[in-house]
């Protein structure tokens, strides 16, 4: 791997972020400074992911792309500089609490290694336990933008909401003087959605609209017919759950697609049948789908995947990724905690979507976005690459600046 450093310009205009309200634990003895292991001892790592409950598809993908991560980080040995890593895994049941309280129990056994999640809210309360207990601290595919930022102890693997939201503004263009109009559920994910649109290509001079619809409608024609009457340059749909069906082909009928750009966010594998008739006319913001990279490391990754049983999925980058930080941590990072987080900040390295960049201001994971469509093959739906989004295009402004 390449290891160099890379500095990036401070950005100049403020960044919102959604809040999300994480445990408050009380703090557990650490220590920054302190080693991590005796030198030449194996090295503890904890991964905390979601084995069960909601996300626990999303914990399989992060888990079998760390697995192929590590394969390529350290060569096929498993170990870094002849040390050996002692890795264990937790199930964080998507919650918080449970989470906090296993990540207390690593912390108690001597970890000052922690990576994994895929939800917001238990991420930034890991990330407290970090600053808490002065451990490094790697989250997963969690998007929230609080993350990035939160205190010198914690990083991240993936991609975050800011980057979603103005990888969804490159199909208009410069954003300045555009209206976008955010269709969602009116609860806290599509609320959540609007700030965030708001923010960030608000931020860029676009007039932001929304058209917020109760979780418990059925008909969604009224609705369509709001959209088109709006006259909007983008439409941005932030839609899950048993409706999702209904809506679509709503939009669809109503002759909205036929009008203007709608954009949404292209999830797992799971969810690429579940847009019925309007699959083709929609188009898709992606941080990862198998293939959209095209890169070497990505090619290595997916051939680890398959003699593993498994696919290339959304967040299979995000486990590779954690992966090659924790290694570049150990390998450059000596026995510190200290040391670790000099050696991942300002980090550039190439991963499965090509070059990426630890920021040192902030530990933000600067890193290409995909375009993407869905064509059919025979019944099933696949995404197409449309266009590779440079990484600057869509970097986040610096957190706190």
Not at 103 to 132: H, N, V
Not at 299 to 309: K, R, S, W, Y
Not at 333 to 356: N, P, Q, R
Request: charged residues 15%; contains cysteine.
């Amino acid at each position: 791997m390449r290891v160099t450093k890379k500095y990036l310009a401070t950005a100049v205009i403020a960044a919102a972020t959604i809040a999300l309200v994480g445990c408050a634990p009380t703090a557990a003895s650490g220590g920054g400074d302190a080693a991590a292991t005796d030198a030449g001892a194996p090295v503890k790592v904890a991964m905390l992911t979601s084995q069960t409950g909601p996300l626990a598809a999303y914990g399989a993908a992060y888990t079998a792309g760390f697995e192929a991560g590590l394969d390529y980080a350290t060569d096929g040995t498993g170990t870094v500089d002849g040390r050996e890593l002692e890795i264990e895994w937790a199930d964080d049941q998507g919650n918080p609490d449970t989470a906090v309280s296993k990540a207390k129990d690593f912390i108690g056994q001597g970890y000052q290694i922690l990576a994994g999640t895929a939800a917001s809210g238990i991420a930034t309360a890991l990330a407290e336990q970090a600053a808490q207990n002065k451990i490094l601290y790697i989250s997963g595919p969690a998007a929230a933008d609080a993350i990035t930022g939160i205190n010198e102890y914690t990083f991240r693997s993936g991609r975050q909401t800011y980057q979603d939201v103005a990888t969804a503004g490159t199909f208009i263009g410069d954003p300045a003087g555009k209206k976008v109009v955010v269709f969602a559920q009116d609860n806290a994910f599509g609320q959540g959605n609007l700030a965030g649109v708001q923010a960030v290509l608000g931020g860029q001079g676009a007039t932001v609209e929304g058209v917020l619809v109760a979780e418990d409608a059925t008909e969604f024609t009224p609705f369509a017919q709001q959209l088109l009457g709006a006259s909007p340059d983008l439409v941005f749909v932030a839609w899950a759950g048993a409706s999702s069906g209904a809506m679509w082909t709503a939009l669809a009928q109503q002759g909205v697609f036929d009008a203007v750009p709608v954009v949404t966010g292209l999830g797992d594998t799971a969810t690429y049948g579940a847009y019925g008739d309007a699959s083709a006319d929609i188009s898709f913001l992606n941080h990862y789908f198998g293939g959209a990279a095209g890169t070497e490391v990505e090619a290595a990754m997916i051939e680890h995947l398959e003699e593993a049983g498994a696919t290339p999925d959304l967040f299979s980058p995000d486990g590779f990724v954690a992966a090659q930080m924790i290694v570049q941590a150990i390998r450059e990072g000596g026995d510190t905690v200290d040391g670790m987080i000099d050696a991942l900040e300002g980090w550039t390295f190439d991963s499965v979507k090509g070059e990426i960049t630890v920021r040192e201001e902030d530990h933000a994971v600067i890193q290409p976005m995909y375009q993407a469509k869905l064509t059919q093959d025979g019944a099933t739906w696949v995404p197409e690459l449309v266009e590779t989004i440079d990484a600057e295009t869509v970097a986040p402004p610096v957190a706190g600046e």
